[in-house]
């Protein structure tokens, strides 16, 4: 069996900052790391491998420090790399991004043939959730997401059985192989990486290919030129302003409570009435 993991390098969104000249987000104020949706992928894909067998690869596209992010998932226990890098690609948005990494996995399939591809629902630094399901739509492939458990692969009848995450519950599906799963952070912990897989991930250099090495490719569909989507503004929301508090005796607390509480409600009547 030959899994490949889809990943996206990106900055720590919990120490990112905004530029608060351009009202861009100042990629150079955070770490860049592995998306947590994706190692969690790339864990599963090797929990996959250890009950099945086979390889599994892990593809990126990016800028050339984006090899470490695929570091990290062969510490994790992935088997090969792959990144695809060229000014070509700058600017994607989801839709040009998903048609470049197709392109990527028929090359990859090429080598060698894919049974499983998985992917994280979403990148934190995008949050769309479009990109999987869109490499699965180019590459005419069912796409299940939010899968939050693979129950069963079964290679020689060609099905997959997995549970996806719905708003009351889950369901279970079952798929035809080839197929794109999409992953929650809940389908399973990430262990602890051993140390043979630090020390091959130190010294492991990618497979790195530009656009002239990827095949049957639309340069219209690639970077800024493929992209129709247009960022408007980015800005960081104000800060939620404190509460009130009450002083005096409780008479004197509950009156204020009161006099909120009316004043509210003629805001509410205005509102409403002019509507």
């Known amino acids: 069996m030959h899994i490949v993991v889809c990943i996206k390098q990106v900055p720590d969104t919990k120490v990112i900052k905004m530029n608060p000249k351009t009202k861009t987000i100042d990629r150079a104020s955070a770490p860049a790391i592995l998306n947590p949706y994706d190692a969690h992928a790339v864990e599963e894909a090797v929990r996959l491998k250890k009950r099945y067998g086979g390889t599994v690869s892990v593809l990126t596209m990016g800028p050339p420090p984006a090899v470490k992010a695929i570091k990290k998932c062969i510490e994790i226990g992935a088997d090969d790399g792959y990144m695809i890098s060229d000014r070509a ?8 991004t998903s048609y470049a990494l197709s392109k990527a996995v028929e090359k990859i399939s090429t080598l060698k043939p894919i049974d499983l591809i998985l992917c994280g629902k979403m990148s934190i630094d995008g949050d769309t959730g479009q990109v999987g399901p869109g490499i699965a739509r180019r590459l005419d492939i069912p796409p299940l997401t939010a899968v939050k458990k693979i129950e069963e692969i079964n290679i020689e009848k060609g099905y997959a059985i997995v549970h996806r995450k719905l708003e ?108």
């Open 168 to 275: 009351d519950g889950y369901e279970v599906v079952q798929s035809a192989l080839p197929c794109l799963c999409a992953v929650e952070k809940e389908i399973n912990d990430l262990s602890y990486a051993p140390l043979p897989n630090m020390i091959k991930a130190a010294r492991y250099q990618p497979h790195i290919w530009s656009v002239n090495d990827l095949e049957d490719v639309d340069r219209k569909q690639l970077g800024l030129k493929g992209s129709p989507t247009v960022v408007g503004k980015i800005w960081t929301p104000e800060k939620p302003q404190g509460g009130t508090m009450l002083e005096g005796d409780i008479q004197e607390q509950v009156q204020q409570v009161l006099d909120i509480v009316l004043q509210k409600r003629e805001l509410f009547t205005e509102w409403e009435g002019g509507r």
């Open 89 to 96: 690609f700058a600017g994607a948005d989801t839709l040009a």
